[in-house]
């Protein structure tokens, strides 16, 4: 069964860091892009980041471009999310969603809570 | 960025009743491929979304035949024959033509 598990879950001061993790399984992780999407509380879905296969091209939203980091670990099935220069408006559910055919997010995650306050 | 409208974002239905989202893009969501990467997600409470329908009208295994995609360019459309129960829930499209991926607002389906 494919699986996909965020852990990293926080709380952090304005201007903080934090990394999240997406353990992957039930699937060859090495074969498909892979995408962070967040949900601030009560709100929609906004795409962060995506990274290709091997790693070597990445995607960010303007939101995030320069603050956050997408990286992936081949060897180990895991995707990453270094989150810098946090601000109150990154608070947020963060799942990480497989690009399991193009232009489409399948299956997602249960998401990982990140709060940022002072 | 593309912008993407649903309406109406808060709907209403009795059940057995039909129901209908609509969705539209600021521009053409055809691809340089000839496909329309257009996707339709349920999101129940509490839990993660679910993809239903994926480049514009293909149906997700296991997601119940009584949903259905249809649309072309700039308008879809999200139809659900007879409502059931299971789902009431947050629906947004989403698409995948262009970086930055976006969605809809999202459009909150209740039992009258």
């Known amino acids: 069964e494919v699986s996909l598990v965020e852990s990293g879950e926080g709380f952090v001061q304005p201007g903080g860091s934090l990394r999240l993790s997406c353990a992957a399984s039930?699937?060859?992780?090495?074969?498909?892009?892979m995408h962070w999407v967040r949900q601030a509380p009560g709100k929609g879905l906004e795409s962060v980041s995506a990274i290709s296969t091997n790693g070597d091209r990445t995607y960010y939203a303007d939101s995030v471009k320069g603050r956050f980091t997408i990286s992936r670990d081949n060897s180990k099935n895991t995707l990453y999310l270094q989150m810098g220069s946090l601000r109150s408006e990154d608070m947020a559910v963060y799942y990480c969603?497989?690009?399991?055919?193009?232009?489409?997010?399948?299956?997602w995650g249960q998401g990982t809570l990140v709060t940022v306050s002072s | 960025d593309v912008v993407m409208t649903q309406s109406p974002l808060s709907l209403p239905v009795t059940l057995g009743q039909p129901a209908s989202i609509s969705c539209r893009s600021s521009q053409s969501l055809v691809n340089s491929d000839g496909n329309t990467y257009l996707n339709w997600f349920q999101q129940r409470p509490g839990q993660s979304p679910r993809r239903l329908i994926y480049?514009?009208?293909n149906r997700d295994s296991g997601v119940p035949d009584r949903f259905s995609g249809s649309g072309s360019g700039t308008d879809f459309t999200l139809k659900i024959s007879r409502v059931e129960a299971e789902d009431v829930g947050l629906y947004y499209c989403?698409?995948?033509?262009?970086?930055?991926?976006?969605f809809g607002q999202g459009t909150k389906v209740e039992i009258k």
């Open positions: 969603a497989r690009e399991g055919s193009r232009g489409s997010l399948d299956p």
């Open positions: 480049k514009v009208s």
């Open positions: 989403m698409q995948g033509t262009q970086w930055p991926w976006t």
């Open positions: 039930g699937f060859t992780f090495s074969s498909h892009v």
